[in-house]
């Protein structure tokens, strides 16, 4: 049957650290402080049953079969028109319910301090053991890691084993190589998992700034093992998120280049804090887009793949003015110098 749906609401699953939710992608949840999707409120790993989980999906689905969109996902971009099929399955699961980190990034969206994140929640490798023992969970799954820090997550060795060393699932995980794991080394190597690490930096001193801790030399040399041969694809990307007035300059990111080169990645991910623009309502200010489509095309001139991320795709472009060469220049001293967003945002 063909109607507007997204496979999230279908086939997927996030586990937070209280509720079990379809997504962590919501619009709604991004702009208004409310929830994505939510499967079961109050959730602490506790075993699913098939009957109780597909009641609640369900249920949002029946939404869209209707032609109408559940609230929390009014305007999200997942959202494709296509035949959809009925059987019940998952192939999607995030999980994302521990924050414990050996990292203080200034633009991390866990709302936690430091102190206070966790590696003590629930374990989650019993609940998926029992979804696949029940046929529910299908083989090739994508498994996304989020929260804090998967190398320093308890079930991180389990979680690898059970799922990506065994060929089950591909498991994407954004990692900040402060520690080197050697089971998901193994796991890259073997082509089932796929790392991103953010360094946004080229120097030691802007690395440290953003990520305010000292690991800079650590985390090159870590990267340049996991992308050493071996690997196949690109299962090793560098990404660079792009934090108004801290590391929005060319040279930070030529040198950021360098060291992709050095390292051998040969995929680049370019991106812009989500916090500064979701408090532009997800938008960018028109030069801080042409820095990035910038920085792109000398990472494609430097012979990189590159990918742009969401904040560029989702956001609309501030195009009040056209560009003439007296706005771009009156646009660059506003964003430069008068940028109040970036000031509050970074000067904590
Ligand atoms: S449409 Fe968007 S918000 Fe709704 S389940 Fe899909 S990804 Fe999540
Ligand atoms: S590495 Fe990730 S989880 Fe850790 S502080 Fe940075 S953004 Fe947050």
């Given at each position: 049957m063909k109607y507007k749906s997204c496979n999230l609401i279908q086939h997927g699953l996030c586990f937070f650290c209280n509720d079990l939710v379809s997504c962590c992608f919501s619009p709604n949840d991004q702009i208004n402080g409310g929830h994505p999707p939510?499967?079961?409120?109050?959730?602490?790993?506790e075993l699913l049953s098939k009957k109780g989980l597909f009641e609640k999906i369900n249920e949002f689905n029946y939404i869209f079969k209707q032609g109408n969109c559940p609230r929390e996902c009014l305007n999200c971009y997942k959202i494709e028109e296509k035949d959809w099929e009925e059987k019940q399955y998952i192939n999607s699961i995030t999980i994302t319910h521990f924050s414990h980190c050996n990292a203080d990034c200034i633009y991390c969206s866990n709302n936690l301090k430091k102190e206070e994140r966790?590696?003590?929640?629930?374990?989650?490798l019993p609940v998926l053991r029992d979804l696949k023992k029940q046929g529910i969970i299908e083989k090739g799954v994508e498994l996304h890691i989020g929260g804090g820090e998967f190398t320093i997550y308890k079930e991180c060795d389990n979680l690898l084993e059970e799922f990506a060393l065994s060929g089950f699932a591909n498991v994407y995980i954004p990692t900040n190589a402060i520690k080197f794991s050697d089971k998901l080394d193994l796991a890259i190597k073997q082509g089932n998992a796929g790392i991103i690490v953010s360094i946004d930096a080229g120097t030691k001193q802007t690395y440290r700034k953003i990520k305010r801790v000292d690991a800079f030399e650590k985390v090159v040399e870590n990267i340049k093992r996991y992308a050493s041969k071996g690997t196949e694809r690109n299962e090793v990307s560098l990404k660079y998120i792009i934090i108004p007035t801290i590391n929005d300059n060319l040279k930070e990111f030529k040198n950021f280049l360098k060291i992709a080169k050095d390292v051998g990645v040969k995929n680049i991910i370019i991106d812009v804090d989500a916090r500064y623009s979701r408090l532009l309502n997800h938008n960018i200010d028109y030069t801080l887009l042409n820095i990035g489509k910038k920085y792109e095309e000398i990472a494609k001139a430097s012979g990189f793949t590159t990918e742009m991320y969401s904040f560029f795709s989702q956001c609309e472009i501030i195009k009040t003015e056209k560009e003439n060469i007296f706005n771009k220049i009156k646009n660059e001293i506003k964003y430069r110098y008068f940028n109040k967003l970036a000031k509050e945002l970074y000067s904590k």
């Open positions: 939510t499967i079961i409120h109050n959730y602490n790993g966790t590696n003590d929640v629930y374990e989650i």
